[in-house]
């Protein structure tokens, strides 16, 4: 536990010089260097798994994080892009007018790690959106050009966690002795558990899918801040399961 705690202390320290800072290039810099150790303190915890008597082995947890209105149906993309990327599933539970609520499950140090992030990454995004709004003509586009932002955002910070997440696992492979087995085996071993915690716990799913929006200049605007954020090609709209 003190381990994982002096990571997340690690983690947290970078993200807040993301946050704080007002220069692109050094906000990248911040996240490339936290997103590069979370994909490595990730295969690090699955490797120690899967090394581990079956018996003895760590199960998936779940956790609910509360996403507030304005826009938390398109936030809540966010959060799926963040949780995949760190190998866990999102459910939504709950829907209102002022909030959704989001099951997160996975295991212990993945979960703690994609609330880390999807808190900072919320706060970036909302600052870049905020400064590079365009003008619009009325509150009806000023809000279409909100939602597009944050899917290209999302799916852009998405993009780029995946892609460190599977550099990384090249590199351990490339490295590793024969005994060990490859970061993608443990990775989909360790999927199936979450899978098979999710059926266990929300045994009715339906897919749903976030429209990106009718908004070019807002998706353009919002790949932009995704790309500068370091989380070519914007993914899908990103799916999301719904308990019933």
Not at 48 to 71: C, G, H, L
Not at 74 to 89: D, E, F, I, P, R
């Amino acid at each position: 536990m003190a381990d994982q705690n002096d990571r997340l202390r690690k983690v947290r320290a970078l993200l807040a010089k993301a946050e704080e800072t007002t220069f692109p290039d050094e906000a990248e810099a911040y996240l490339t260097k936290a997103s590069t150790l979370i994909a490595k303190w990730e295969l690090d915890e699955a490797m120690v798994w899967a090394q581990t008597p079956d018996a003895e082995r760590s199960t998936p947890i779940a956790t609910v994080i509360e996403i507030a209105a304005p826009y938390a149906l398109h936030k809540s993309v966010l959060l799926g892009a963040v949780a995949q990327a760190n190998g866990c599933k999102t459910i939504r539970t709950e829907t209102s007018p002022k909030r959704h609520k989001l099951a997160v499950i996975g295991f212990e140090h993945d979960v703690a790690i994609t609330e880390l992030l999807f808190s900072s990454l919320l706060v970036q995004m909302t600052r870049s959106m905020l400064a590079d709004e365009s003008r619009q003509h009325s509150a009806a586009a000023t809000a279409q050009w909100r939602r597009s932002f944050i899917m290209a955002f999302s799916n852009r910070v998405g993009k780029r966690l995946q892609e460190t997440r599977r550099s990384t696992g090249e590199e351990h492979d490339r490295n590793a002795h024969d005994s060990q087995p490859s970061a993608a085996l443990v990775r989909i071993d360790r999927a199936a558990r979450v899978d098979e915690e999710v059926s266990q716990k929300f045994p009715r799913l339906r897919d749903t899918y976030v429209s990106n929006g009718s908004s070019i200049s807002g998706l353009l605007a919002g790949e932009q801040a995704g790309n500068q954020a370091e989380l070519n090609k914007p993914l899908s709209p990103n799916p999301l399961q719904l308990s019933q």
